[in-house]
């Protein structure tokens, strides 16, 4: 199996790629998806910046991107990253955000599919 490198891919991707692969499992009963918060109250304060990247700084917006997707938090050695899942039958693009874990900044973006 190739690696998200080995095709050409970029880094970010790659990192984003290997983080969401190894985290965003999803639940199963009798065969129906069941998304489950995938973040706890201690991890808010970064589903909130990352939503403010990408639902804007519309409060009604961010009500919205939640209706559509689940935010999954990952720890990277240097990084926090938040990937919005999809939730089923959702068309668009899946948008992850990875900050510091030194100083908070943003480190990048990255959207997957439109």
Request: aromatic share 10%; charged share 20%.
């Amino acid at each position: 199996m190739a690696t998200p490198f080995a095709n050409g891919r970029s880094v970010k991707a790659g990192i984003i790629w290997l983080a969401v692969a190894a985290s965003v499992l999803p639940t199963a009963s009798c065969g129906v998806f069941e998304p489950r918060p995938r973040y706890g109250p201690d991890e808010r304060a970064w589903v909130d910046k990352a939503l403010a990247l990408y639902g804007g700084p519309d409060a009604a917006s961010r009500k919205e991107v939640l209706s559509y997707t689940t935010p999954t938090v990952v720890y990277l050695p240097d990084l926090v990253c938040v990937a919005f899942k999809l939730k089923p039958n959702t068309l668009g693009g899946e948008f992850s955000a990875c900050f510091s874990r030194d100083t908070g900044s943003v480190a990048f973006t990255h959207t997957e599919g439109q």
